[in-house]
């Protein structure tokens, strides 16, 4: 049994059958990927994982507990965060200030605005941010404005807004897209070190294959809905039948 298990999953728009009958098992503290050509079901199923739909059936577990019908804070509240493809940050904000939103806030969604009045309190919070941002490699830049940053340190930063909720499970929707390849490869150093220092697991949907076979312990492929094969990146690269999926060729 994995952290999370997908059974059956089936997901339909209109006439379009965008998920057909999907089944996913993701093993805990691994980097798995999902990755298939354009309309394949990848952001479907991701948008299944954390509540923003419901699938028509089947059914998606993480630790033994079902996610579905469950709001954005309860699924948070479980241990999954999402990184979007298009960086989440508060643009007229520092950078430390983006990084003390998630500190404050707590498991129910709710922020712990007693901390305020609790030196205590606030002085954990802000040692819990500062060390974040040394954590990222950004705490040389915790007055910059968040919008005039890179697109990568953009990345890094929501990141590590993520990260500061102590997730068990990461889930990153083509973290480097926009990315010139220096931030792309930075973002993948970044990644291999929280993959070395946390105990976490990370799912990542990507179409850049350096970074999907520079990071994936194992690699689910998908096309029009319905996985075609699941193995390891060594046994990916010359399948036929992700030859077929992404070029056209005969298996």
């Not at 057909?20 to 999902?34: D, P, Q, Y």
């Amino acid at each position: 049994m994995g952290i999370l298990e997908i059974k059956n999953v089936n997901k339909r728009f209109g006439g379009l059958q965008a998920l057909g009958n999907v089944n996913l098992s993701v093993a805990e503290n691994t980097v798995h990927a999902i990755i298939g050509p354009n309309g394949a079901g990848k952001s479907t199923l991701l948008n299944c994982l954390v509540g923003k739909l419901i699938p028509d059936t089947g059914s998606v577990m993480f630790d033994g507990q079902s996610v579905l019908g469950r709001a954005p804070y309860e699924i948070n509240q479980m241990g999954i965060s999402r990184v979007f493809q298009t960086p989440e940050i508060f643009g007229d904000l520092t950078v430390m200030e983006n990084m003390l939103i998630p500190c404050f806030a707590k498991r129910d969604g709710s922020f712990e605005m007693n901390a305020l009045s609790t030196m205590s309190k606030q002085r954990d919070i802000m040692e819990k941010a500062e060390q974040m941002l040394v954590d990222m490699n950004m705490a040389d830049k915790r007055h910059m404005h968040a919008a005039s940053m890179s697109r990568g340190d953009k990345r890094r930063l929501e990141i590590g807004m993520c990260l500061s909720q102590e997730p068990r499970l990461l889930l990153l929707d083509e973290p480097t897209a926009g990315m010139a390849r220096a931030d792309t490869n930075n973002t993948i150093d970044l990644l291999k070190q929280i993959k070395a220092e946390r105990d976490i697991t990370i799912a990542i949907i990507e179409h850049d294959m350096h970074v999907v076979f520079s990071l994936a312990e194992r690699i689910t492929v998908l096309a029009q809905g319905t996985p075609l094969v699941e193995d390891t990146p060594e046994k990916i690269k010359g399948h036929p039948k992700v030859r077929e999926a992404y070029l056209g060729e005969s298996a």
